[in-house]
């Protein structure tokens, strides 16, 4: 039986190292959000983007901010960036980011706390070989608050997939986090009980 | 009604086959995300890239990629670069999509770390010139076939072949839409297949001089934005033509055998009239001799495809014979010339200095053979001086380099025995 945990385990391990080792091989850029820790409804915010990566590299990001909140009125009190467009109607924000290591926007909360944060980016000097590109290649911009996005960035960092994880403005998705926190202990003390048992 | 439909889907792929073709001739002709004045400035290229984020605009990932890169590498303009053939071949793309068209210029491209950009090649990559093969077309060396894999984690030869020897599939390549094809030096069709591509055909090619392979390697590196690996990769085959040179430049001339090298071997005798070469087919310039300290007693020979009459090698009266081998497997023609009544006069044979050596040709003038045979060379003509000299630790080196497999050139030995007589 313990022999049976120990391939288990040896193959668990394998399969994490190969796929540190799978993504290590890509050139690795990240998009991270950050948020003030306050969002005061009314008050102008500032979100910040974090870019990381080996220079030169060109990324496009386009944000989508939670419904209700609004972009300051005038484009230049929106951000500092040299190059990015706003879609109002879309509540989007689109920048087009070279070497520089972070572009911040301006936003206006509003009360509604149901909807948060999407952001997704991709990588402009990524050459391959395939055609017709689109999408899928697209990788969610992660956030620090929520564990679901810090993990899953380096997957999409391969280039292969867009997840749909979309990251959460703080205290505004207690509930998700609650059921999944919930989830977790169970499946956990189940897992932990059986082993006892052998 | 049902045949009606047949035609009409018929009709519809064949547009789309025809539109398609178009759009690889067209797409090559102007700078993608363009405003029509030839060159990309960064307001041009970030709205693109703006817009395209947004999903408000006809652009797609291909074509803000291509445009970023070519304003972040290419300072917004096209490229141009000068072949072989002093063409200037112009490119409005970066080189994603790569299709050769003769084994050196793909051995080169794996070199450049460029194989999974390879979207088809000629059937010698596929078959035996950059990978072995034996005489019954078997793969040997699995290991590297294994090793080198190419875009769909397929192998050499799952790639599709678009040209044979004598005829080129232009549609096929066309369909494939590259954004390169490399062309082979001593065929004079740039740009044909430039025109019925519709994409650049860089020509080049390296005769048996290592000045030609530095400069192929650096066209290539200048074609694939690879400037550093190229430099690499000429720094590489300089330090190991030193090694060499450096000791038999010290040796007087009259210390230096002459040799007769026979380059196609001598399995079919002294000429086959089929392929219109054998053991009277010889080189003038062959490098790899004459850095190894060997005198080429055919240098004052000229024309392409120098063959001697028999009673002209025994005139010669070379020491060394070096007879390549022409099958990684295959019979050695060794045994011919030491068997020939003819040149039994010869010192050489007389000497029992008849060796076999490495093919140098595969539909080219592999690089890999090439640097093998300057040392394998260079042992047997002077074994003293290069007692120390470690010939598989070099073969695996270079194939190391070459084609990132380790090694490969242990296993090889196993199939030109030869070599193993100066380990």
Known sequence: MYLKQFVVGISLLVLLVATVGFTSCSEIIDVERHLPSDLSEGEIAEITLEITGESPFMVGIVETIPQGFTFPESDQEVSDSGAFKIDR????????VSD?????????????TENTFEGYWVDLLYQTQELNEGKERWITV???????NVQNSGEDNSGDTTTDVESSVPGFSLLVSSVSLFACVLFLRKNNSGEDEE | MSKMRYLLIGMIILACSFSSMN???????????DDGDGVLTETEVSDAVCDYMLEDSSYTLDEVGDASYILTFWDGKPKTVTDSHEREVTFYRPVERIITTNPDNSRFTIALGYLDKLVSTDECTCDGCVLPRDSNDEKIVVDAWEALQ???SGQLDDLPETNTRKEIDYETMAILQPDVVLDAKWYNRGDLIQEKVGCPCVVTGSGFTFEENYEQIELLGNVFDEEERADELVSFIKSKVEIISSVTSEIDESEKPIVYFAPRGATKGFYDAVEGRDFTRTEAVY???????????AENCTGDEINVAPEQIVVWEPEVIFVAKNTWDG????????ETPELSEIPAVENEQVYDCFYPYCRGRPIDRSLLNMFYMAKRLHPEEFSDLDMEAEGNEIYKELLGVDGMFTELAEYQTFVKEVY
Request: with cysteine; proline share 5%.
């Open chain 1, 89 to 96: 109607d879309a509540g989007k924000i689109s920048f087009s």
């Open chain 1, 100 to 112: 520089s290591s972070e572009v911040t926007y301006y936003v206006i909360p509003s009360e509604d």
């Open chain 1, 142 to 148: 992660t956030d620090p608050n929520s564990a679901s």
């Open chain 2, 23 to 33: 759009n690889a001739v067209a797409m090559y002709s102007t700078l993608p995300c």
């Open chain 2, 150 to 152: 190419t875009y769909d």
């Open chain 2, 287 to 297: 490098e790899s001799l004459t850095i190894a300290g060997g005198i080429n007693i």
């Open chain 2, 331 to 338: 019979e050695s023609g060794v045994g011919f010339v030491t």
